[in-house]
């Protein structure tokens, strides 16, 4: 059958038959809210690169939290922007547990108890150097110290009350040792989302400014741990070991160069799949938008819709509050 029998405009003509066979809404449940947290108190520090997004202090925190239970946001990811005098070689303060992230967490989790508050673990916003993990004498991270120290961290922020411990870190066989972990502790309802596939990408930029990694870093890059831009069946291999290890969720990122990758992830283990709008998205879209060559609101939502149309069950995102808004008008 062809035309003109089969018209395919005809289920376009008109809104209510295209509602009807839409595949893929975008709902305020899919939505992850992504912060940062400085110390302080009254603090609201823009990050220069990502208009729009400010270092909060705890008690500003707090305000994001209620905005976020409010609009039926399930959960809120955290980041730490720690003063440069508490960052060292070995980057200590990552499990202190009256540390700034961990306080934060507490103060969230009294507040807001039924918002999911998601902790990354990595070691860059304390490091000296900006790697995300320890480093031997030519600069070159050591997985197994390193994953010692994210265990550490993981408990830390399980103690914390946060409910998802988020490695961010690409080190080898931390899934497995961070969950052993936790359940020695006692803490068997921690869930791991693991940051799997994730790319040595060059969107990460205004993040590295934001918890004030980008100046330590240098010129250093993140080569020998997060993966080749070209390489696709390598990030099966990494989820597969993931989940294997016992990651709950598994994460693919960024976001929109990678929804190829997202759609393999999430057809070949059918796991519980995230994606990461990251801060190099973020930024694209505001300036764009502030030229007035996009139409924000519009662009924003198409990548969040091909996010999930891609497979990806739930986005982290900086448009998290926007666009839970949106949604409701
Ligand atoms: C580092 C980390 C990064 C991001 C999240 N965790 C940056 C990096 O790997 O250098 C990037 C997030 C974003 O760009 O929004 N552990």
Not at 39 to 61: A, C, N, T, Y
Not at 260 to 282: C, H, M, N, W
Request: charged share 25%.
């Amino acid at each position: 059958m062809t035309f003109p029998a089969v018209r395919m405009r005809r289920m376009r003509r008109d809104a209510f038959s295209r509602a009807l066979m839409r595949e893929t809404v975008l709902t305020v449940s899919d939505l992850i809210m992504v912060a940062f947290v400085v110390d302080g108190e009254g603090v609201r520090q823009p990050v220069s690169s990502m208009p729009g997004v400010d270092r909060l202090s705890i008690d500003e925190l707090v305000k994001l939290g209620a905005e976020c239970v409010e609009l039926g946001i399930p959960a809120l990811a955290l980041f730490p922007s720690v003063d440069a005098s508490a960052k060292t070689e070995d980057a200590r303060e990552a499990w202190n547990p009256d540390g700034l992230f961990q306080r934060a967490a507490r103060e969230l989790k009294r507040r807001f108890p039924e918002l999911g508050l998601i902790g990354d673990v990595a070691l860059d916003p304390y490091t000296t150097h900006g790697q995300d993990g320890l480093i031997d004498a030519d600069g070159y991270v050591m997985n197994e110290p390193t994953v010692e120290a994210l265990i550490k961290m993981s408990v830390a922020q399980a103690e914390a009350g946060f409910d998802f411990v988020a490695p961010s870190d690409m080190m080898d066989g931390r899934i497995g040792a961070i969950r052993e972990a936790l359940e020695d502790a006692g803490h068997i309802h921690t869930r791991i989302l693991s940051y799997s596939a994730k790319y040595a990408s060059s969107f990460y930029g205004p993040f590295r400014d934001a918890v004030g990694s980008a100046a330590n870093l240098g010129k250093g890059n993140k080569h020998t741990y997060q993966m080749d831009v070209g390489n696709s069946d390598e990030a099966l291999r990494e989820v597969e070991l993931d989940l294997a290890e016992g990651a709950d969720a598994v994460m693919v990122k960024p976001g929109l160069p990678y929804l190829d990758i997202l759609r393999r992830v999430k057809d070949t283990f059918g796991a519980p799949t995230f994606v990461y709008q990251v801060s190099g998205e973020y930024a694209m879209i505001k300036a764009a938008a502030q030229n007035g060559w996009v139409d924000e609101k519009a662009v924003v939502l198409e990548s969040l819709m091909s996010m999930k149309r891609a497979g990806a069950d739930a986005i982290l995102t900086y448009f998290a509050l926007d666009v839970a808004r949106w949604l409701k008008t």
